[in-house]
């Protein structure tokens, strides 16, 4: 009987501040990095996945999810994939480890890495994408990936398998149509705000060209600035294209509405974590004052309890999911299915390293077995980095084209991680020298 034999974590960093690729309000200068994990087997299986950071701390990221080895080596690979709602269920109740932030922040985060690669590895030896591992499901097979505790006051295990029934009819249309067509694409690619204004306008051309039909802009370090970088947007793409903000966290309550109303006359499509994403009140008092611009956040929510909070509050008008901050894919659908119940679309964040390669899979299962539609839905997308995975995803005409390879995407490139493995691979010595 094969059994898991190691768990081995990379450090591999990206030197993207070099060019400001990431840059915003409050991350002014990133380091794309992942912690990647390769689960091996006795039998020279791989399951892969990654935690994604922005430098710094990448170090402490790869050392929990190490922390956790205990809970897979030495088991029967088949029993673990058989259910592997109960193995995520397991590390989650690691006491030791829960006291360090009960299902939250890098701990939480380790823990999806683990998930998701038991993932990647069932999805090589089914042959299949994750998207339609899961899509192929049956709804109680889904909902026994959920942990429902506190969610029920919100979410009850009757109503999500009630939302997924109700979804069943026409599963196979809406494949095949996502096969077809793709899953609407926005880019932020444009919008760091790193970027000189000829950058920007020159970005802001290209992404119309390639069929996008919204962009995101960074904001919130300097009004002016950001009014300025409005203004050149709307010259290079018309009144009517859609355009998103991002403040990544910049502001207080007050700041926020004031700034949004600065903004307000450029027609923002909606301010994302315009404060703390961990303060649901904030959003909700910022929302109902600066409506009928929307609002988003999720990318730094750690739980599917703070996103329960900020539906029951009526504190987002979009939430944002995203593959690596949560405990993996169970919680991610723990996520979309409260996005259901509560009728409000959901938008993933991406970009990074992996992100968008990982998050597709979300976003199309979400259409395909939860909410059977794409209307106001778009997956962020960020032209960096991904020719460093073995299936870097496919863009065409603003749409993102179904993943056809086996697995969860995160598999990366050995020579990638080799020459960017922090501190000792080629491309940091060179920096350093």
């Given at each position: 009987?094969?059994?898991?034999?190691?768990?081995?974590?990379?450090?591999?960093?990206?030197?993207?501040?070099?060019?400001?690729?990431?840059?915003?309000?409050?991350?002014?200068?990133?380091?794309?990095?992942?912690?990647?994990?390769?689960?091996?087997?006795?039998?020279?299986?791989?399951?892969?996945?990654?935690?994604?950071?922005?430098g710094?701390?990448?170090?402490?990221?790869?050392?929990a999810?190490?922390?956790?080895?205990?809970?897979?080596?030495?088991?029967?690979?088949?029993?673990?994939?058989?259910?592997?709602?109960?193995?995520?269920?397991?590390?989650?109740?690691?006491?030791?480890l829960?006291?360090?932030?009960?299902?939250?922040?890098?701990?939480?985060?380790?823990?999806?890495?683990?998930v998701?690669?038991?993932?990647?590895?069932?999805?090589?030896?089914?042959?299949r994408?994750?998207?339609?591992?899961?899509?192929?499901?049956?709804?109680?097979?889904?909902?026994?990936?959920?942990?429902?505790?506190?969610?029920?006051?919100?979410?009850?295990?009757?109503?999500?398998?009630?939302?997924?029934?109700?979804?069943?009819?026409?599963?196979?249309?809406?494949?095949?149509?996502?096969?077809?067509e793709?899953?609407?694409?926005?880019?932020?690619?444009?919008?760091?705000?790193?970027y000189?204004?000829?950058?920007l306008?020159?970005?802001?051309?290209?992404?119309?060209?390639?069929?996008?039909?919204?962009?995101?802009?960074?904001?919130?370090?300097?009004?002016?600035?950001?009014?300025?970088?409005?203004?050149?947007?709307?010259?290079?793409?018309?009144?009517?294209?859609?355009?998103?903000?991002?403040?990544?966290?910049?502001?207080?309550?007050?700041?926020?509405?004031?700034?949004?109303?600065?903004?307000?006359?450029?027609?923002?499509?909606?301010?994302?974590?315009?404060?703390?994403?961990?303060?649901v009140?904030?959003?909700?008092?910022?929302?109902?004052?600066?409506?009928?611009?929307?609002?988003?956040?999720?990318?730094?929510?750690?739980?599917?309890?703070?996103?329960?909070?900020?539906?029951?509050?009526?504190?987002?008008?979009?939430?944002?999911?995203?593959?690596?901050?949560?405990?993996?894919?169970?919680?991610?659908?723990?996520?979309?299915?409260?996005?259901a119940?509560?009728?409000?679309p959901?938008?993933?964040?991406?970009?990074?390293?992996?992100?968008?390669?990982?998050?597709?899979?979300?976003?199309?299962?979400?259409?395909?077995?939860?909410?059977?539609?794409?209307?106001?839905?778009?997956?962020?997308?960020?032209?960096?980095?991904?020719?460093?995975?073995?299936?870097?995803?496919?863009?065409?005409?603003?749409?993102?084209?179904?993943?056809?390879?086996?697995?969860?995407?995160?598999?990366?490139?050995?020579?990638?991680?080799?020459?960017?493995?922090?501190?000792?691979?080629?491309?940091?010595?060179?920096?350093?020298?």
């Amino acid at each position: 009987m094969p059994t898991f034999t190691s768990l081995d974590v990379t450090d591999v960093r990206f030197p993207t501040s070099q060019s400001l690729d990431g840059s915003d309000a409050m991350n002014k200068d990133p380091d794309y990095s992942a912690a990647y994990l390769e689960l091996t087997t006795s039998e020279g299986e791989t399951g892969t996945s990654l935690v994604f950071t922005i430098g710094r701390g990448n170090d402490v990221q790869s050392e929990a999810i190490r922390a956790l080895s205990h809970h897979v080596l030495g088991r029967g690979v088949d029993e673990v994939l058989a259910d592997i709602g109960a193995a995520g269920a397991a590390m989650i109740a690691d006491s030791q480890l829960r006291w360090l932030g009960p299902e939250k922040g890098v701990m939480q985060m380790a823990i999806g890495a683990v998930v998701n690669a038991l993932w990647d590895l069932r999805c090589m030896r089914e042959g299949r994408p994750l998207w339609r591992v899961l899509a192929d499901l049956t709804p109680e097979q889904l909902v026994d990936l959920v942990d429902f505790r506190y969610l029920e006051d919100a979410l009850t295990r009757a109503e999500a398998l009630e939302i997924l029934e109700a979804a069943r009819p026409g599963r196979d249309r809406r494949i095949a149509e996502l096969e077809a067509e793709g899953y609407p694409a926005y880019t932020t690619t444009p919008g760091w705000l790193g970027y000189s204004d000829e950058k920007l306008e020159r970005l802001l051309r290209e992404a119309r060209d390639a069929g996008f039909d919204m962009v995101k802009l960074k904001v919130g370090a300097d009004l002016e600035d950001d009014l300025r970088r409005f203004a050149i947007t709307r010259r290079v793409l018309g009144e009517d294209f859609l355009v998103a903000t991002d403040a990544n966290q910049r502001w207080g309550v007050e700041d926020a509405v004031a700034a949004v109303g600065a903004l307000s006359a450029a027609r923002p499509y909606w301010i994302e974590e315009p404060t703390s994403p961990d303060d649901v009140l904030a959003h909700a008092e910022i929302r109902r004052r600066i409506a009928p611009v929307r609002v988003a956040t999720g990318e730094h929510v750690h739980n599917r309890i703070m996103f329960k909070q900020l539906l029951q509050a009526g504190a987002v008008d979009v939430v944002q999911i995203d593959a690596t901050r949560v405990g993996g894919i169970h919680e991610n659908l723990a996520i979309l299915l409260l996005a259901a119940k509560f009728g409000v679309p959901v938008c993933p964040h991406a970009g990074g390293v992996g992100l968008c390669e990982m998050v597709q899979h979300l976003a199309m299962l979400d259409f395909v077995a939860i909410t059977g539609t794409m209307e106001d839905r778009r997956i962020e997308y960020v032209d960096h980095l991904h020719e460093h995975f073995v299936e870097p995803v496919r863009i065409q005409g603003g749409r993102y084209l179904a993943p056809q390879q086996p697995g969860i995407g995160a598999r990366m490139l050995p020579a990638s991680i080799q020459s960017h493995r922090f501190p000792d691979g080629p491309v940091w010595k060179e920096l350093a020298s």
